[in-house]
């Protein structure tokens, strides 16, 4: 199984980049995980011929070639990072490779709250109809004290999390197994990708 796992910050030392490393690490045997990162993501702003710029482009292809994605997110005043909020404004307006595309959210804070709210903000966007993720219902994992959640080889010290994290990735991996069944040859993931507040605004069939 091919997943992808973004990392929602543009932060140099980030521990929800460490808890993607993790994951890529501890669940190897049963999925590839590509970590990505959204640094190089220009500022969006809206193309008139909706090109997506390089940067985007790639993310998009990794994301399309990808069974499943993970959103790894901080928590930044009570919402996701404004540069997450970028890079996903730049994938709605142009290739929109999120349809229909399983998708975990997890986050790490320094704090004992674990993203909780930017968990919250994070899966009302990827639900927003130029999205149309499939965000894995009734899931989260949230990690608090996240500075002192790794040792030295990137191994989670928390034992419960541990155990957490398992139940949650394995949700995901049959998560993932469904849906892609359920979406094959989807008659409206054409229609979705051609979604426009114009067409709403016109009284358009959408």
């Not at 500075?147 to 139940?167: I, Q, R, S, W």
Request: aromatic residues 8%; negative net charge.
């Amino acid at each position: 199984m091919k997943i992808v796992g973004i990392v929602g910050t543009n932060s140099v030392e980030s521990t929800n980049r460490e808890l993607l490393k993790y994951m890529k690490q501890y669940y190897a045997d049963t999925a590839e995980i590509e970590i990505c990162e959204i640094e190089d993501i220009p500022v969006f702003n809206e193309p008139e011929d909706k090109t997506a710029p390089s940067a985007v482009q790639t993310l998009s292809d990794k994301i399309l070639q990808a069974d499943g994605i993970i959103f790894a997110t901080p928590e930044y005043d009570h919402s996701i990072p404004a540069v997450l909020k970028n890079a996903i404004e730049w994938l709605s307006y142009t290739t929109r490779p999120l349809i229909n595309k399983p998708v975990m959210i997890v986050g790490a804070s320094h704090g004992s709250l674990g993203t909780s709210r930017a968990q919250s903000h994070l899966r009302q966007i990827l639900e927003a109809p130029e999205l149309k993720a499939l965000v894995m219902p009734n899931a989260e994992f949230l990690l608090g004290r996240s500075l002192e959640a790794f040792d030295d080889d990137g191994m989670l010290v928390y034992p419960n999390k541990v155990k957490e994290l398992d139940h949650e990735f394995n949700e995901f991996v049959s998560f993932v197994k469904l849906t892609n069944k359920l979406t094959v040859n989807n008659e409206f993931f054409d229609a979705s990708k051609q979604f426009s507040w114009k067409q709403v605004a016109n009284g358009e069939d959408i």
